[in-house]
């Protein structure tokens, strides 16, 4: 049996298709997203410059505490505070330094956004809405990297990769050529 370069590109089309869409899917949502937006850049209140304590004079801020700093650094309404001590696969705190606290809080839609902070210098590290949920989700599915949406180096999204761009060059030899 002869496969045409035709036949081919057809069926490892279909193959690629999901994967293409997907690409087109959460390229799209991130071009109609502001990044800052994403981050929770906009619920920050502008602060003048302070000074962080040195490591030797840090303890851990307590729990009201913690509720005052982001009442006082955003403008979101904080309503229960819990540590974070364990790494969690996928977590919304990924790649930040243990323990954290994650206060949960109110934003003006009465919308839960999640704020991470710092338990000793009450520094905000992170800051978690919904938006951001589904820009993760987007993220993981873009670099094909379902569960940890961290590793943009993964086998899969190279050969995926090659495969998407042998399919566009034969479909493209494919409509200049005669059947």
């Known amino acids: 049996m002869k496969v045409t370069l035709r036949q081919f590109h057809r069926y490892i089309s279909l193959i690629i298709a999901i994967q293409l869409l997907l690409w087109t899917i959460s390229g799209i ?3 109609f997203n502001k990044i800052e937006n994403i981050r929770g850049e906009q619920y920050f209140v502008e602060q ?3 000074e962080q304590p040195t ?6 801020i307590s729990f009201e505490e913690a509720k005052v700093i982001v009442s006082k650094m ?12 364990e790494e969690q696969r996928g977590s919304e705190y990924r790649g ?4 954290l606290y994650k206060i949960v809080s109110l934003n003006e839609n009465e919308e839960k956004i999640n704020v991470y902070q710092n338990p000793f210098s009450g ?9 951001w949920r589904i820009w993760d989700l987007m993220w993981g599915f873009h670099i094909m990297d379902w569960v940890e949406r961290d590793n943009i180096d993964n086998i899969l999204l190279k050969i995926f990769s090659f495969i998407a761009l042998f399919t566009s060059i034969s479909g493209v030899i494919l409509f200049f050529r005669k059947k």
Do not use: G, H, N
């Open 48 to 50: 003048p410059a302070q």
């Open 123 to 131: 520094e905000i590290v992170a800051i978690r809405s919904p938006q």
């Open 74 to 85: 955003t403008t979101l309404t904080p309503i229960s505070v819990e540590i974070v001590d």
């Open 55 to 60: 490591q030797k004079d840090i303890t851990k």
């Open 96 to 99: 930040r330094e243990l323990p």
């Open 29 to 31: 949502y991130f071009s």
